[in-house]
């Protein structure tokens, strides 16, 4: 139930973009909030976008809003987090993850599914 495969990851220059992933199957896609999240080297994992189950609300942390855009389609249990003027701050492993609940979005420990991770390179 509610797995998770993200994908479009990659090496970029700064100023640059990159368009991510998250296929998800299993019948209740729609009844989960989903979030991206990432991961830099020797940093705790943090909070990135979120997407109500509906596509109604979305949030977004501090540090991306104004450049990153999440969205769902629902009818192709597709997650995206499109990724416009990256900067080298932005290199990560990004996560997809599933969460029952919109208002727990940032809270990473609130996630109950998560994908493998896909691997961003933004070069200066």
């Known amino acids: 139930q509610a797995q998770l495969v993200e994908s479009g990851g990659g090496l970029v220059q700064a100023g640059g973009s990159l368009r991510l992933s998250c296929a998800a199957s299993?019948?209740?896609?729609?009844?989960?909030?989903i979030g991206w999240l990432r991961q830099a080297p020797g940093k705790e994992r943090e909070f990135v976008a979120a997407?109500?189950?509906?596509?109604?609300?979305?949030n977004y942390a501090d540090s991306v809003k104004g450049r990153f855009t999440i969205s769902r389609d629902n009818a192709k249990n597709t997650v995206y987090l499109q990724m416009n003027n990256l900067k080298p701050e932005d290199t990560a492993v990004y996560y997809c993850?599933?969460?029952?609940?919109?208002?727990?979005?940032?809270?990473?420990?609130?996630?109950?599914?998560w994908g493998q991770g896909t691997q961003v390179a933004v070069s200066s």
């Open positions: 299993g019948r209740t896609f729609s009844r989960y909030a």
């Open positions: 993850a599933a969460v029952r609940q919109m208002y727990n979005s940032q809270r990473v420990e609130a996630y109950n599914y």
């Open positions: 997407i109500s189950e509906r596509g109604a609300y979305t």
